[in-house]
Structures are given as structure tokens and as C-alpha cells.
């Protein structure tokens, strides 16, 4: 979860799968860390380079004929200015949101760690629902 001054987060939007609106992400190759998969996504993804603050969450999906799948959702803050250079074939849209007023379709991952962010509530573990 990236925020930047003014207390919005960035959401992006995929080039594939349900293409919810989610967080930059991916996933973690054999034998790398969390943490370091997180900054290489960003990295990968919007064509910069962030400073993890904290752990928001860990949110465990589980769903009809899908393996479970564990997300990890980091905070980081970054200047208003920052210039993204997304790549194309992975993101159709990246947008800042007020936390409170968030777009749809969601990923029910983002729902629970913006909520989790708002209360301050920051390092739990929860189960999510993965939506169809």
C-alpha cells in the first residue's frame, strides 16, 4: 500500500486476471524474500523504487477449487510528485484514492488492509474470502 502526503493510496489496475483494482504486487520467486519480492514488484510494475515502512497485514485468501494463496500488504509512503513509468503489458491504470471513497471492483485484500490502515491495526493476520 503506497500513500502519499495528502493520505491517499494508490491502487492499480491490471492487465490481467478480474482486473479489480489492487495494489502493485506479485508473485514471490523461489527462494526470495517477501520484503525484497514486494520492492521488485514496485519496482517492476510503476518503474520505481520505495522504502517499506511497516507491515499493514497478511491476508490469507481462501475459495471454491483455488489453492490458498497468502498476501502480504506493506506500507509505503512516497512524495506527491513521484513520477511512475509503468510498464504497459502488466498495468492498465493507476489511480490515488481518498481510502474512504474506494473504486470498484475491489480486491476484498485491499478492502481489508485499507480498513486495517485507517484503524491502525496494522500486523494481523486475517482470512479473506477470494471472490469468483
Known amino acids: 500500500m503506497m500513500i502519499n502526503p495528502q493520505a491517499q493510496i494508490l491502487l492499480v489496475r491490471h492487465n490481467y486476471g478480474q482486473r479489480r483494482w489492487s495494489f502493485p504486487g506479485g508473485a514471490v520467486e523461489s527462494g526470495e524474500a517477501v520484503l ?3 520492492l521488485r514488484e514496485v519496482r517492476e510494475e510503476l518503474g520505481i523504487e520505495v522504502q ?7 491476508y490469507r485468501t481462501t475459495g471454491k ?6 498476501v502480504y500488504v ?10 511512475f513509468n509503468p510498464d504497459p503489458t502488466e498495468i492498465a491504470e ?3 484514492v481518498d481510502p474512504k471513497n474506494l473504486p470498484s471492483p475491489l ?7 485499507v480498513r ?3 484503524e491502525q491495526q496494522h500486523g494481523r493476520v486475517r482470512q479473506v ?4
Open 74 to 83: 506493506f506500507l509505503a509512503e512516497v512524495p506527491a510528485s513521484m513520477n
Open 129 to 132: 474470502q477470494r471472490q469468483n
Open 36 to 38: 525484497d519480492a514486494t
Open 107 to 113: 480486491t476484498n485484500e485491499v478492502a481489508h488492509a
Open 65 to 70: 477449487n483455488k489453492p490458498d494463496r497468502d
Open 94 to 96: 493507476i489511480l490515488w
Open 52 to 58: 517499506i515502512q511497516c507491515l499493514i497485514g497478511l
Open 116 to 118: 486495517d490502515h485507517l
